[in-house]
């Protein structure tokens, strides 16, 4: 078993519409999260942390649930701009980042 | 403005050719990782680095080395390139903050074929 799992999708989004997606992890002593996006193949850029009471940004939401090991993305108000790879990370010994496969939406016109 | 960058952003060599590939950031970061990037895998840790003369193996090192002289570089070398390490390989690089929540910040990525 991988220890971070996606959905790898994709996810096609009506612009405007709600989308959100899950990512999975096996390492019960993890203390970080993350959500980075990833555009065609280039480098991988943050876009937000997820703590542990959940967080906003902006029409981002991420959400924790360490007691089922998951974490969650929602995009609201999707724009064409949103199109992209998102990788869910999780912190796992100091400074070591585990990476999803990563989850493709498309939003479309 | 600091940034972090990778060279050759492209690359084709052949199997057995030993290939270097550079790692430059200008945040003046302590720590500096090697990811690869392979279609259905998420990024994959090669080696990484938490300061000057200190180099780690990551999950896959295995015909990958590293150096740190000082804080700025982190070459990877491929002692002798084999096909399977064709793959897009991303340069990171993170401060030691201590907080766990150290963002890492990424290079363009280096593009290598081996044929």
């Known amino acids: 078993r991988k220890e971070v799992e996606q959905d790898p999708g994709p996810f096609n989004v009506p612009e405007g519409a709600t989308v959100a997606f899950n990512c999975t992890y096996s390492n019960s002593a993890s203390q970080s999260f993350f959500w980075y996006r990833q555009d065609c193949r280039k480098e991988p850029k943050l876009l937000m942390s997820?703590?542990?009471s959940g967080n906003e940004d902006g029409r981002f939401t991420a959400q924790l649930n360490r007691a089922s090991q998951y974490i969650s993305l929602l995009i609201r108000d999707s724009k064409l701009s949103d199109s992209a790879t998102y990788l869910c990370v999780v912190e796992g010994s100091w400074g070591k980042f585990q990476f999803g496969a990563g989850t493709q939406v498309v939003v479309t016109p | 403005d600091a940034e972090i960058t990778q060279s050759p952003r492209h690359k084709i060599t052949e199997t057995g050719r030993q290939v270097t590939l550079a790692c430059h950031q200008t945040w003046n970061h302590n720590n500096m990782f090697w990811y690869r990037q392979d279609l259905g895998h998420g990024l994959r840790l090669i080696h990484y680095s938490y300061g000057v003369q200190d180099t780690n193996k990551g999950e896959v090192s295995d015909g990958y080395s590293v150096s740190r002289s000082n804080t700025e570089d982190l070459p990877l070398t491929l002692e002798s390139a084999a096909s399977s390490q064709t793959s897009v390989y991303f340069c990171?690089?993170?401060?030691?903050?201590?907080?766990?929540?150290?963002?890492?910040?990424f290079g363009p990525g280096t593009r290598l074929l081996v044929l």
């Open positions: 990171a690089s993170s401060e030691s903050s201590g907080t766990g929540q150290e963002t890492q910040y």
């Open positions: 997820v703590y542990s």
